[in-house]
T-cell receptor, first 115, second 112 residues
Framework: GAGVSQSPSNKVTEKGKDVELRCDPI?????LYWYRQRLGQGLEFLIY????????KSGLPSDRFSAERTGESVSTLTIQRTQQEDSAVYLC?????????????FGSGTQLSVL | GDSVTQMEGPVTLSEEAFLTINCTYT??????LFWYVQYPGEGLQLLLK?????DKGSNKGFEATYRKETTSFHLEKGSVQVSDSAVYFC???????????FGAGTRLFVKA
């Protein structure tokens, strides 16, 4: 596609419910990232996928968070038993490869509000 | 661990004023350095980058020079416009690494 696409753009849920966030990276991009941006704060790394390699999950804040990616396409980030502190913008980014000077292309994010 | 520190905002300037947003980093080796910008209602996008010491990244009138001796990558623009109002993020990515580390972001307001 033309850019990184995320859905939904906004999600309001009740505490304790599960949510699933979707990311469609740019076609051909082998690297895919999930970040979390809490209000007024910087980007917090969550997870990274590179091709068919095992993902790096070192940034996931708890076992309630999980993510999957099928090959080099769509990724889903799942948050189980949501808590109010999960409220944030969840950003997905992709890049062409893993080189250090490769830039990231970001989606517009999913604004998650847990009531 | 690697980290990026940038000046707190918000920064409020009048149109045509000079802009500096400070950024310093901590990293082993020689990371690549980036400035990303997030305009209202839009996703983050790369503004400029520099990949080695003394490199200068530039785009849209913005500049930043990779200073290894001071571990800094300050963002500058000689004459800001209202359309530059946005949040600016400094970031680094270590050679051989995959994780891009971001600063907390600095919000810029430019008044007409």
């Amino acid at each position: 596609g033309a850019g990184v696409s995320q859905s939904p753009s906004n999600k309001v849920t009740e505490k304790g419910k599960d949510v699933e966030l979707r990311c469609d990276p740019i076609s051909g991009h082998t690297a895919l990232y999930w970040y979390r941006q809490r209000l007024g704060q910087g980007l917090e790394f969550l997870i990274y996928f590179q091709g068919n390699s095992a993902p790096d999950k070192s940034g996931l804040p708890s076992d309630r968070f999980s993510a999957e990616r099928t090959g080099e396409s769509v990724s889903t980030l799942t948050i189980q038993r949501t808590q109010q502190e999960d409220s944030a913008v969840y950003l997905c980014a992709s890049s062409l490869e893993q080189a250090a000077n490769e830039k990231l292309f970001f989606g517009s994010g999913t604004q998650l509000s847990v009531l | 661990g690697d980290s990026v520190t940038q000046m707190e905002g918000p920064v409020t300037l009048s149109e045509e004023a000079f802009l500096t947003i400070n950024c310093t980093y901590t990293a082993t080796g020689y990371p690549s350095l980036f400035w990303y910008v997030q305009y209202p209602g839009e996703g983050l996008q790369l503004l400029l980058k520099a990949t080695k010491a003394d490199d200068k990244g530039s785009n849209k009138g913005f500049e930043a020079t990779y200073r290894k001796e001071t571990t800094s990558f300050h963002l500058e623009k000689g004459s800001v416009q209202v359309s530059d109002s946005a949040v600016y993020f400094c970031a680094l990515r270590r050679t051989g690494g995959f994780k891009t580390i971001f600063g907390a972001g600095t919000r810029l307001f430019v008044k007409a």
